[in-house]
Nanobody
Framework: QVQVVESGGGLVQPGGSLRLSCATS????????MVWYRQAPGKGRERVAR???????DYADSVKGRFTISRDNAKSTMSLQMNSLEPEDTAVYYC?????????WGQGTQVTVSS
């Protein structure tokens, strides 16, 4: 059974940094794409960043230059380093593992950017 667990959310002031982590188990992690999504209150879900099984990376325009996604296949983990955070980054952040046919979702971690 595949499990996906996020951690690292919290409250941070504008301009601050946070690092989100995602740990998975029960899957062929190195063969799957890993994606961060977020959903702000009253808004739809937004894809934030993706790292494919072969290491290709793409970001939403709203986070380019501020966020960095990475993965460690040996540990079956993924991270999202978030710098220069803005109030607009406030959302629940979700880690997903995409097998090519199915998305496995974590429970989400809250990120709040506020002074």
């Amino acid at each position: 059974q595949v499990q996906v667990v996020e951690s690292g959310g919290g409250l941070v002031q504008p301009g601050g940094s946070l690092r989100l982590s995602c740990a998975t188990s029960g899957s062929a992690f190195r063969d799957n794409d890993m994606v961060w999504y977020r959903q702000a209150p009253g808004k739809g879900r937004e894809r934030v960043a993706r790292i494919t099984s072969d290491g290709k990376i793409d970001y939403a325009d709203s986070v380019k230059g501020r966020f960095t996604i990475s993965r460690d296949n040996a540990k079956s983990t993924m991270s999202l380093q978030m710098n220069s955070l803005e109030p607009e980054d406030t959302a629940v952040y979700y880690c997903t593992e995409y097998t090519g046919t199915y998305y496995y979702w974590g429970q989400g971690t809250q990120v709040t950017v506020s002074s």
